[in-house]
């Protein structure tokens, strides 16, 4: 790459990086959206779809921080609200291609309280009481064609009584459109990774400079609800050819719509009536959260790309690098950005930014980049140019690689320790990621929660001790390591795979039976982790003692490690 292109590509990820410095991407961003969660964006990604690189898959993300046991009406998608995905693939700001998704509830048995009355093994089961159906229509410069209809929405992951197979059962909702395109569209684990919580006690690093590994994933083990796509690159591509040099930027954003009046019946029902009204928006992460102040949240979310040149005041003087240096000292480059604003809007030239574009703020895709053999989690700045904010992938860690690029690392003389040390010490999501569509993880179980305690009458509790590797080596190409380094954090395990595989991670007593299953599915390859409470299967503490974290892939064992319960 030219080093002019370099200097440009910089330029555009500190503009990105702005708004990086204190949230998830969309878990609670507005006061609209947090009374009203079942419009929320939380994420959208888009990227080339790794194991199928002429197509390009986009996953939205919607109704944050799902409790995986919030029965017995666990969430959905709502009936009364249109849920889109916005491309432009002429660089104008205007959305050409649309995709709108409406749903419908169905209930079997209404005299019931029971999401399922039974075992479900396939989604059209009577057992299902409770499911949904959707629609999917595409609009091409407003012009509409229905791509399906009555299509399945993957249930809630209840339980292993409830859905003894859960995997499976989520596989059947995987669908193909009458264009060629597939789709997925039910609950999935939330992909996304950040420390929340120190986040959001004053910009908290738990350990300065935080890239100690040390952090707490605040959206481990919750859920959200997901629609994916993956469409031909060819209906995406502005002639139907394939990218090429003057036709492969895509610019994306999600929405979704609710009817402008709703009224409450005296029955305990409601109405609507009206226009539809844009009420949630998302496209590049963090914005809506950090560079839109407090008053104008909703308004964000309300607006069409073509208008936000009314915000552009917020970013040219971003209050968030000064808080870095107000707070840990940390020298940054000075304000005003103005050579911010361009890329901001537009892309990065010659990475994604389209000729002639028209300044608006979405996530930008260059489809002709292929996708990387070994994709490196900080994307651009570690010269993986299929990695943010070249699109967004699943692994993608933008919240390290917006600290440290809101702290300067790309501006001459800014990179050097702590700024490019920068981080909130979560490297990786909390299950792996599927190597095929919709390639996000499978939902936590409700029986299983990971938020749920159990309580048991004299259990003063137990803790892991540090372990060693004992037993079976690494098979070289997998490999398990505890996340910590104390007692306190040893039972989270870490494991890595360079090539997918399906993987089983089990807790085995001494004797050689299985204490617990944590992981049992197919995997893409990647660093993930997992953590033992210290329980059985059943919720039962077990007793102090010596135990074994057993790795496998594909059937055969890759690693085994020791741990002591004191």
């Keep these: 790459m030219k080093s002019r292109t370099l200097r440009a590509l910089c330029l555009g990820l500190l503009a990105l990086a702005i708004p990086a410095v204190t949230l998830a991407s969309s878990h609670s961003e507005a006061p609209g959206t947090s009374r009203d969660r079942l419009i929320d964006d939380t994420d959208l990604y888009a990227f080339v779809s790794p194991d199928a690189p002429n197509t390009v898959t986009i996953v939205g993300n919607w109704v944050p921080l799902l409790e995986p046991n919030a ?10 609200a249109h849920y889109y995905m916005h491309i432009d693939n002429v660089g104008d700001a205007q959305d050409h291609i649309e995709y709108r998704f409406q749903f419908t509830t169905h209930v079997r048995n209404g005299n019931t309280f029971l999401y399922n009355v039974g075992p ?6 009577n057992t299902l009481n409770v499911y949904q ?14 791509l399906g209809t009555d299509l399945p929405v993957a249930p809630a992951n209840v339980g292993p009584a409830s859905m003894p197979h859960y995997d499976q059962l989520a596989s059947q909702a995987v669908r193909t459109l009458s264009d060629g ?16 919580g120190a986040i959001f006690d004053l910009l908290t690093i738990r350990k300065v400079p935080g890239n100690h590994g040390r952090g707490k994933d605040g959206v481990a083990g919750y859920n959200v609800m997901t629609i994916a796509l993956q469409v031909p690159a060819t209906r995406l591509t502005k002639d139907h050819l394939a990218p090429g040099a003057g036709n492969s930027i895509i610019s994306l954003y999600d929405s979704a719509e609710r ?55 917020f970013v040219t003087n971003p209050e968030l690098a000064g808080l870095l240096h107000a707070l840990y000292g940390i020298d940054v480059p000075p304000a005003p950005r103005n050579d911010l604003v361009a890329v901001f809007l537009t892309g990065v030239p010659g990475l994604n930014q389209p000729a002639g574009v028209v300044g608006c703020e979405k996530l930008r895709l260059n489809m002709a980049i292929p996708p990387a053999a070994s994709p490196n989690r900080f994307g651009v700045i570690a010269g993986d140019l299929a990695g943010f904010p070249n699109g967004r992938r699943l692994g993608d860690d933008i919240v390290d690689i917006s600290e440290r690029v809101v702290a300067g690392v790309l501006v001459p003389g800014f990179n050097k320790a702590p700024n490019n040390q920068l981080g909130d010490g979560v490297d990786f999501n909390d299950r792996p990621y599927l190597p095929v569509f919709p390639y996000v993880a499978p939902p936590f179980s409700g029986f299983d929660s990971p938020h749920a305690q ?26 398990l390591a505890f996340a910590g380094r104390n007692p306190a954090s040893a039972q989270d395990l870490r494991y890595s795979l360079t090539g997918n595989a399906h993987v089983t991670l089990g807790i085995f007593d001494l004797a050689g039976r299985k204490v ?13 982790a997992a953590h033992w409470d210290g329980r059985s299967e059943d919720g039962s503490t077990m007793t102090r003692g010596v135990y074994f974290a057993r790795f496998t892939t594909n059937g055969r064992a890759a690693d085994t490690r020791k741990i002591v319960l004191e």
């Excluded at 029965?71 to 009364?80: C, H, L, S, T």
């Excluded at 999917?136 to 229905?146: A, C, L, M, Q, S």
């Excluded at 395109?181 to 929340?196: E, T, W």
């Design 259 to 313: 009817p402008a009046t709703r009224v409450l019946n005296m029955d305990g029902t409601s109405s609507t009536s009206g226009e539809f009204v844009q009420v949630s928006r998302l496209g590049m992460p963090l914005v809506n959260e950090v560079v839109i102040p407090l008053s104008m949240k909703d308004k964000f979310n309300a607006a069409a790309p073509t208008s936000d040149g009314q915000f552009l005041n």
């Design 516 to 528: 617990r299953t944590l992981v049992d599915q197919d995997a893409a390859a990647g660093t993930f």
């Design 71 to 80: 029965g017995p009406n666990f969430y959905a998608f709502d009936d009364n």
């Design 133 to 146: 159906t959707y629609s999917v229509t595409r609009f091409d410069d407003g012009v509409p064609t229905v």
């Design 120 to 125: 479900v093994n396939g989604l059209a089961d």
């Design 454 to 479: 159990v309580n048991h009458p004299g259990d003063d509790g137990v803790a892991l001790a540090p372990a060693e590797l004992e037993g079976e080596a690494s098979s070289g190409n997998a490999s």
């Design 181 to 196: 395109s597939k789709v997925f569209v039910g609950p999935r684990d939330d992909p996304f990774f950040v420390d929340l």
